[in-house]
């Protein structure tokens, strides 16, 4: 069993960085591929990115790939996503979700067994 909760988010202006962060309860921690999703009003929820459980594999959606940096520290058992050069349309609320490591990155929701509550993210033009 993992217990996730996030942080971090806010309000910032475009061009502008959060740093989101997720603690995880669980001793089984590290040995879960990590990600973000967000979900934006309207729309169904997407993936943003993961990362392995050792923390040195990392995938990003093409729409976040070079501004977003997801990183984790198991010691910590928190993993984190650094945003930068934000933009409206990033706003959203951002969950972390756990999943198992089945060969392939897992991209869809329904590959993840552990989630958050979710923290929003509002980003103004």
């Known amino acids: 069993q993992v217990q996730l909760v996030e942080s971090g988010g806010g309000l910032v202006q475009a061009g502008g960085s959060l740093r989101l962060s997720c603690a995880a309860s669980?001793?089984?921690?590290?040995?879960?591929?990590m990600g973000w999703f967000r979900q934006a009003p309207g729309k169904e929820r997407e993936f943003v990115a993961a990362?392995?459980?050792?923390?040195?594999?990392?995938y990003y959606a093409d729409s976040v790939k070079g501004r977003f940096t997801i990183s984790r520290d198991n010691a910590k058992n928190t993993v984190y996503l650094q945003m930068n050069s934000l933009k409206p349309e990033d706003t959203a609320v951002y969950y972390c979700?756990?999943?198992?490591?089945?060969?392939?990155?897992?991209?869809?929701?329904?590959?993840?067994?552990?989630w958050g509550q979710g923290t929003q993210v509002t980003v103004s033009s």
């Open positions: 979700a756990a999943a198992h490591w089945y060969g392939s990155w897992p991209v869809g929701q329904y590959e993840y067994t552990y």
């Open positions: 990362i392995s459980w050792s923390g040195g594999s990392t």
């Open positions: 669980g001793r089984t921690f590290s040995s879960y591929v």
